[in-house]
């Protein structure tokens, strides 16, 4: 049998890849599909329950990990591509670590989907639930604007009309999609954040996509999420099936998830600095509760849970260095925004590539706010820059009003962690996009002694 051999030679290239030194997270998915075309419909027939497939631009790997968390405390076996690698190898990929070869079916299967790559996705695997977390402008030179890429998501939904999707509520795009198309559909949203406060200060304008005229927010947490509606024709923010409310009593933050009665689901303690981990804690316990997973098993699951690397990791090399991927203007807003709200001395590391995978147009660099650092520049020690497009970054700051005698320029990755730990401070956070953020990340775990 074909589809046997190929998960046979693709586990065999996983090892190999392995004893090389190579992380092969996608080199056994392209052996298994160069045998097999048909490998992912295959491992697709092979899942007893549900095939979850989670989209967006921001928080696709959080949101998947932590679904598979919950899968895995409830006792079920489930394939998930936990690293992030998310087009059609990686997916396949992942089928082929967590199957057995003469056994190879599962109880579910939690899949991380690049939006992109969701028509072609969709059409071999057949999800039953598609977890949608948001859309910004990401790689602008790949996906060209944010319409071409709501197209393409649309064409992906039109390929599996059965699937339930599940739909950030607070996402006006988002939900235009949704309304356009017959599938099921639950929402789930942010009712509360505190004090529901928007903290953009570069906040655009956002048009209404079926009317064009412009959007008004009652409250907006970032980018185009929070509390809309149209008051030309009516199009507005559906009521969340599952509502999250996070609230800080005497320090302590409080996550619950209320039904759509108002009734509390969910109630955890919680430590979330930022709204994005918020908004992808909010879509986990409401796919964990779509599947029918007991409230308490989704809870230890949530606690289990350990976030990817890259992800806000902490190192320690003479002082806490904290690491956070960030891959467009939304990321580095929200990364930045959890800095400001640190009153230690800081130094702060900005690392930028323009590889493939990171995109090449970084034009995106000048729709970011940096001018929040500005804000707590008193704070910060200084600023190093590294990555390809370090020049590029630094222009940017100088533009945003920092002090340029406080730029650090690093030409390789060993001399910016080495200005990161002698830098007199009492912390320092890097942020950094895609190919950067692992780069950097191998020399911070050889010198970690944390």
Excluded at 25 to 35: H, P
Excluded at 311 to 340: C, D, H
Aim: glycine share 6%; charged share 25%.
């Amino acid at each position: 049998m074909k589809e046997t051999f190929a998960v046979l030679a693709g586990k065999a290239a996983v090892n190999l890849a392995k004893i090389a030194g190579r992380q092969g997270t996608s080199i056994g998915g392209r052996v298994a599909l160069k045998i097999s075309p048909d490998i992912l419909t295959w491992f697709s027939s092979k899942v007893k329950n549900d095939i979850i497939f989670v989209t967006g631009t921001n928080g696709k790997t959080s949101t998947n990990n932590m679904i598979y968390s919950i899968i895995q405390e409830a006792g079920y076996t489930c394939a998930c591509n936990n690293i992030g690698a998310n087009m059609e190898v990686g997916l396949i990929s992942a089928f082929i670590d967590s199957s057995s070869v003469f056994k190879p079916s599962l109880d579910f299967a939690c899949m991380e989907v690049d939006e992109a790559s969701l028509p072609k996705a969709a059409a071999s695997t057949k999800p039953d639930i598609i977890v949608f977390t948001n859309i910004f402008p990401d790689q602008s030179d790949r996906y060209v604007e944010i319409d071409a890429l709501l197209n393409k998501i649309r064409d992906g939904l039109e390929a599996s009309p059965d699937a339930t999707l599940l739909i950030n509520a607070d996402d006006p795009f988002l939900v235009s999609i949704g309304n356009l198309l017959p599938n099921p559909k639950r929402y789930y949203g942010i009712e509360k954040w505190f004090d529901n406060i928007s903290e953009d200060t570069m906040a655009d304008a956002v048009l209404c996509k079926k009317c064009g005229s412009i959007l008004s927010y009652d409250c907006r947490y970032y980018g185009q999420l929070g509390r809309y509606s149209c008051g030309k024709c009516g199009f507005h923010r559906p009521v969340p099936d599952f509502s999250a409310v996070i609230e800080n009593e005497e320090g302590v933050q409080l996550f619950n998830i209320l039904d759509k009665d108002k009734k509390s689901i969910i109630a955890i303690k919680a430590d979330i600095s930022d709204r994005y981990t918020a908004y992808n804690m909010a879509a986990a316990v409401s796919c964990g509760l779509l599947i029918g997973i007991r409230p308490e098993i989704i809870i230890k699951g949530l606690q289990k849970y350990k976030p990817q690397a890259g992800r806000m990791e902490e190192f320690y090399i003479q002082k806490p260095i904290l690491l956070n991927l960030a891959k467009n203007p939304v990321g580095f807003n929200e990364s930045m925004k959890t800095v400001s709200k640190d009153g230690r001395t800081k130094t702060v590391a900005i690392g930028v590539n323009d590889l493939p995978q990171d995109g090449r147009d970084v034009s995106w660099l000048w729709d970011t706010d940096f001018e929040i650092l500005k804000k707590i520049d008193d704070t910060i020690i200084n600023y190093i820059l590294f990555g390809r497009r370090r020049y590029d970054a630094a222009l940017r700051l100088k533009y945003a009003g920092i002090d340029t005698k406080k730029l650090v320029i690093s030409e390789i990755l060993d001399d910016a962690v080495n200005n990161v730990v002698e830098t007199k401070s009492e912390i320092a956070y890097i942020i950094s996009n895609y190919s950067t953020t692992f780069d950097i990340r191998k020399i911070l775990k050889e010198r970690d002694s944390k």
